[in-house]
């Protein structure tokens, strides 16, 4: 069955950096495209970030372009999202999202950005 998991979440002080990862399997990941989401309490699901299959499309949210980079490698069916200059609003549960209909979620990885 597909799997998502998400990992690399933690805590870390504004200005800082992190590394999310999100491993694939039960599906041909380098057929489909990726979204990395995240959720704050009491906020909508926002989009944060869009790679496609191979890698040379992707596209980011106005408010963390520039300081975040989406990524892939399809030989570990795994897509990252390195995020440095990490501001506190960035708080959030960050969620990878991929398939037909982009119907499969991970369970998510928490982030909090404070000092």
């Known amino acids: 069955q597909v799997q998502l998991v998400e990992s690399g979440g933690g805590l870390v002080q504004p200005g800082g950096s992190l590394r999310l990862s999100c491993a694939a399997s039960?599906?041909?990941?380098?057929?489909?495209?990726m979204r990395w989401y995240r959720q704050a309490p009491g906020k909508e699901r926002e989009l944060v970030a869009f790679?496609?299959?191979?890698?040379?499309?992707?596209t980011y949210a106005d408010n963390v372009k520039g300081r975040f980079t989406i990524f892939r490698d399809n030989a570990k069916n795994t897509v990252y999202l390195q995020m440095n200059s990490l501001k506190p609003e960035d708080t959030a549960v960050y969620l990878c999202?991929?398939?037909?209909?982009?119907?499969?979620w991970g369970q998510g990885t928490q982030v909090t950005v404070s000092s």
């Open positions: 999202n991929t398939g037909p209909t982009w119907k499969y």
């Open positions: 039960g599906f041909t990941f380098r057929s489909y495209a």
């Open positions: 790679i496609g299959s191979t890698g040379g499309s992707t």
